[in-house]
């Protein structure tokens, strides 16, 4: 039975949390302990855990999908529960790495966080392939918060046609970011700092 309450009930949440998250990414972003007089070790080992994060959760999404067509729904309500929390995980794990660490740029080979012409001319139009792939995943990454909100409040609600009917725009945007999460990982791997 359809529950529109729930939908107006966490509707309001849905607008601050779809607004605060990247706003407070954004900050964060910024934010280096040391500048604060926090000196702590670079967590270096966290941008490989949160890439695999991220391709777990590419295929817990394809997992997901696969259940609901096979009529699976808790495996697949499970699926896309546990696909949250991979995500959650990785906010957290992107978070704390950037706090710690100064950031990585593209055909930096000599880590001196600058990219001279010698470095640049290396990398040639893999650096362009490189930034087309990070906007698109960051804007997503932005844009997904309120579909998969609002996705999963509409099955909590038992709206499940309205929710199949934003699920076909969330899944394949979810998938995206996932995905273009680790390939952005493994394309500026090379250049992160041991």
């Not at 698109?136 to 709206?159: D, E, K, M, Q």
């Not at 952005?184 to 791997?189: C, E, G, T």
Request: hydrophobic fraction near 55%; glycine fraction near 4%.
């Amino acid at each position: 039975m359809e529950d529109k309450s729930i939908e107006k009930k966490y509707g309001k949440w849905i607008i601050i949390l779809s607004v605060l998250i990247p706003v407070a990414v954004a900050i964060l972003f910024k934010v280096k302990l040391k500048d604060f007089g926090i000196h702590v070790t670079p967590l270096r080992f966290l941008p490989s855990m949160y890439a695999t994060i991220n391709g777990v959760t590419a295929v817990l999404l394809v997992l997901a999908v696969w259940a609901i067509k096979k009529g699976k729904r808790v495996l697949h309500e499970n699926l896309m529960k546990s696909a949250i929390a991979c995500s959650i995980a990785f906010l957290v794990m992107y978070v704390a790495y950037h706090m710690t660490a100064d950031s990585t740029i593209f055909g930096d080979s000599n880590h001196n966080g600058e990219i001279d012409l010698a470095e640049k001319l290396n990398v040639g139009n893999l650096r362009v392939v490189y930034f087309i792939i990070l906007i698109t995943h960051i804007i997503l990454s932005i844009v997904i918060i309120p579909l998969v909100l609002v996705t999963y409040v509409r099955a909590l609600a038992s709206r499940f046609d309205k929710h199949k009917k934003i699920a076909k725009i969330t899944f394949p945007i979810w998938l995206y970011v996932a995905v273009t999460g680790v390939v952005v990982y493994l394309m500026i791997s090379p250049y992160y700092v041991q």
